[in-house]
């Protein structure tokens, strides 16, 4: 199984700071026959369930603000988020959808300060 | 508007089962498969398992393979997931969430969630 690891489990900014977050994977996530990096980021809320943000490692779903950038290729994966907002409070998590059993790592919890 | 609209908690004995179920609106059932994951109360989240609509077919986590068996109803566009032998262990909110298109060669992200439904094993 591919192994997802995310750091930091936790961090806590103000409005306004910009916020990365990173997410490695045990191998490649890069499919050569389409150059598409098979990871995807999701946005979970207290109480609610996962969202999908960004998916093929940058590309933003639909009605997701750009305040939200994904980055990064092979095993090395960055969520970025521009301004922080308060409504950004949430637990992130990365997820790898190149090969079943799909994985993901473990979060990294916002908190606003 | 794509829906998935599961049903509600349950309370359920240790060594019973529990089906739950995941009825979706707003697109062609058949046409995405759909994915089942658990999230033990404060943790991450685990991929169970996930189902082909049209043709039924299958892929397991080994981790859930003997525990959870995933089944769709095509007249009614929804898709069921039974637990079974049921233990502590298997406390957790389960989601179903849609992948890709079934036809594609290749994956998808899950871009549509459920609510979640909260399945409590207690005697």
């Known amino acids: 199984d591919i192994v997802m690891s995310q750091s930091p489990s936790s961090l806590a900014v103000s409005v306004g700071e910009k916020v990365t977050m990173s997410c490695k994977s045990s191998?490649?996530?890069?499919?050569?026959?389409?150059?598409?990096?098979?990871l995807a980021w999701y946005q979970q809320k207290p109480g609610q369930s996962p969202k999908l943000l960004i998916y093929w490692a940058s590309t933003r779903e639909s009605g997701v603000p750009d305040r939200f950038t994904g980055s990064g290729s092979g095993t090395d994966f960055t969520l970025t988020i521009s301004s922080v907002k308060a409504e950004d409070l949430a637990v992130y998590y990365c997820q790898q959808y190149y090969s079943y059993p799909f994985t993901f790592g473990s979060g990294t919890k916002l908190e606003i300060k | 508007e794509v829906q998935l609209q599961q049903s509600g908690p349950e309370l359920v004995k240790p060594g019973a089962s529990v089906k739950i179920s995941c009825k979706t609106s707003?697109?062609?059932?058949?046409?995405?498969?759909m994915h089942w994951v658990k999230q033990s109360h404060g943790k991450s989240l685990e991929w169970i398992g996930g189902i082909n609509p049209n043709n039924g077919g299958t892929s397991y986590n080994q981790k859930f393979k003997g525990k959870a068996t995933l089944t769709v109803d095509k007249s009614s566009s929804t898709a069921y997931m039974e637990l079974r032998s049921l233990t502590s262990e298997d406390s957790a909110v389960y989601y179903c969430?849609?992948?890709?298109?079934?036809?594609?060669?290749?994956?998808?992200?899950?871009?549509?969630w459920g609510q979640g439904t909260s399945v409590t094993v207690s005697s």
């Open positions: 191998q490649s996530l890069l499919y050569s026959s389409n150059q598409k990096n098979y």
């Open positions: 707003g697109y062609t059932f058949t046409e995405y498969t």
């Open positions: 969430a849609r992948g890709g298109i079934t036809t594609a060669l290749y994956y998808y992200a899950m871009d549509y």
